[in-house]
């Protein structure tokens, strides 16, 4: 699979696998993430690994269990946070102004945890959850202090300043500036200068595909 080297060569940090889209319309299955997120592994690139229900499978009260198996099939042996990053997207929500409620995407996110947890033990807890699915400047602070929601994957809302600056807001800062990412490759850390950035705990951007982005803590 030449994914990793052809992004590597075009300056790629990062491959987005699983994406609602390329499951729904390409038939992309949870192996096919596997398989990817373990060639993009290989070859140095971070990984944001997409999961998430339809509205049928919410609606037929499966979303927990779905969200289960499609962690337990896509996310690769021994993966860890220095490059594995899980984003729970709603295929419901995405791009439709609808969103879960906090109490539901809290119990998502803890239940992909504790899936994690049972795939690659004490390095779970090194892996960040980021909520995808029509954030907004209006609901980002409250999704983003939800319990084990560690970022937020934004989508049509990252593609205009106008829309993405006050998600940026949201999370408490304004402004950005380049940073070492720990292992995770290049980060953009949101702060209105480095100082002030270090008297607030951590959050990043960092360009995950076209047209889309992710803030974590």
Known sequence: MSVGIDARRGGGELHHVGHSERRADQGETS????????AAHRHGLGVILCVGETDAERDAGRAARVVQAQIEKSVPDLA???WLTL????????????????????????????KLRTLVGDAADTIRILYGGSVTGANAAAILETEDVDGALVGGAS??????????EAAGW???????GEGRGPVVTLGVNKRSARQHPP??????SAGEAFLSA
Do not use: C, M, N
């Open 80 to 82: 860890t946070g220095a």
């Open 203 to 208: 959050r990043h951007w960092a360009p995950a």
């Open 31 to 38: 192996q096919d993430a596997w398989a990817k997120a373990s």
């Open 159 to 168: 593609l205009t300043a106008a829309k993405f600056v006050p998600i940026i």
């Open 174 to 180: 304004g402004g950005a500036y380049t940073s070492p």
């Open 87 to 114: 984003a729970y997207e709603p295929r419901w929500a995405i791009g439709t102004g609808r969103t879960p409620t906090l109490d539901e995407i809290a119990e998502v996110h803890s239940i992909a945890r504790a």
